[in-house]
């Protein structure tokens, strides 16, 4: 349609050349026959994108019903999502009071930790206490050797004592039984010539001589006395002791109203404790109720009405039992004698005795682990005390 247009509006122009013609016609033919060919390969390229367009259609189509299909899906799903969300909003509610008792714990093991910084810091103390006691029983093992070491110097020391101690208490006691023998002998002369001359011959002394007389006769029976004593004493230390218990009120009882007996005029008040028990040896603390409640008889014979007691009180904490009397008393400044043998603050004539019963008190007490002593004032009467 171009070239018709071009040849029928264009009349006046000039003639051309046949050849020229030809050839562009020739071209122009070459051209319609490319363009022909371009058309054709447009043409098999629309019918390709057609073909393309209908398999894309197919596959749309499929997408499309997958797509309605995925919506139906995604219509359960998103149920199930709502049901989640709802699960979920539940969860959120359940994690704020979980946070708010998570913040409370957090608090709380905030608390801890400060109480733990101060427990830490006590526990450091405690160990710094720790080894400075360590230190400390380093030392005090080290003085422990020490004196362990001196102990059993001492230990030694004693036990050689104690054997010293008792080859000594035997010879003494060898001694005094040899002495007493010996004394015996000649004192039994004495007594017997003594006695001869006061039956046979009394009469015919002077005054004076009756009086030296009698002198010898009495010392006679003072000297067989503290023989007697003497060998007493001596057995005291090498007696074997049973330790049981006792009751040591009914004890004193018995002994006091015994003595009575023997001085049935006397007006005598007895005040003794009752059931007072302890472990002691019966022979023994009979001895030592004798001889208490024999001096408290001897010291209140001037006393219109005696009053004797035995009793228990407590020293320094300790149980004391105690014998007092309201008699004749006796000056402190020499209470240190009372308890050494044969040692008297009266005179013979006013309260008779060898001055040996004290002595005996104190070893018996001692040999029962106790101590005993005496307080006194004169006029005023005393008071015996000892612990067992």
């Known amino acids: 349609m171009t070239i018709r247009s071009s040849l029928t509006e264009q009349p006046s122009a000039p003639a051309i050349n046949l050849e020229d013609y030809q050839r562009a016609m020739l071209n122009i033919l070459e051209d319609a026959s490319e363009e022909k060919a371009r058309l054709q390969e447009t043409q098999r390229a629309i019918l390709n994108v057609l073909e393309d367009f209908a398999a894309e259609k197919s596959r749309q189509e499929d997408t499309q019903r997958a797509a309605l299909n995925i919506l139906e899906d995604f219509s359960a799903e998103k149920a199930r999502l709502g049901e989640m969300q ?16 998570l913040e409370d714990t957090q608090r709380a093991a905030i608390n801890i930790l400060e109480d733990f910084t101060g427990e830490k810091t006590r526990l450091e103390q405690t160990q710094r206490a720790m080894l400075n006691l360590l230190d400390d029983f380093d030392m005090e093992r080290e ?33 005094a039984y040899s002495v007493s023998h010996d004394l015996r002998a000649p004192l039994r002369s004495i007594a017997g010539f003594g006695d001869l001359l006061y039956e046979g011959y009394f009469d015919r002394l002077d005054e004076e001589g009756r009086d030296s007389l009698q002198r010898i006769i009495a010392a006679t029976e003072r000297m067989g006395q503290l023989i007697d004593d003497l060998l007493k004493l001596s057995r005291l230390t090498r007696t074997e002791m049973t330790r049981e218990r006792h009751n040591l009120s009914e004890m004193a009882r018995r002994i006091a109203e015994a003595k009575t007996k023997f001085e049935p005029d006397r007006k005598v008040e007895l005040v003794i404790e009752p059931n007072l028990f302890a472990e002691v040896d019966e022979h023994l603390l009979g001895v030592v109720f004798e001889n208490l409640l024999e001096n408290a008889f001897k010291f209140t014979g001037k006393c219109e009405l005696a009053r004797i007691e035995f009793g228990l009180t407590s020293k320094d904490g300790k149980p004391t039992y105690f014998v007092k009397d309201n008699g004749t008393g006796f000056n402190m400044a020499y209470v240190g004698k009372l308890f050494q043998p044969f040692q008297r603050l009266h005179s013979a004539n006013d309260f008779p005795g060898t001055g040996i019963g004290l002595a005996t008190v104190r070893r018996i007490i001692q040999r029962h682990g106790g101590m005993v002593w005496i307080e006194g004032e004169k006029g005023k009467g005393a008071t015996v005390y000892f612990t067992l």
């Open 86 to 101: 709802r699960a979920a909003l539940n969860i959120l509610e359940d994690f704020a009071a979980e946070k708010s008792r």
């Open 143 to 175: 003085k422990t050797e020490a004196a362990n070491l001196q102990l059993r110097g001492t230990i030694d020391s004693l036990r050689r004592a104690k054997e010293a101690a008792d080859a000594a208490n035997y010879e003494l006691e060898a001694f």
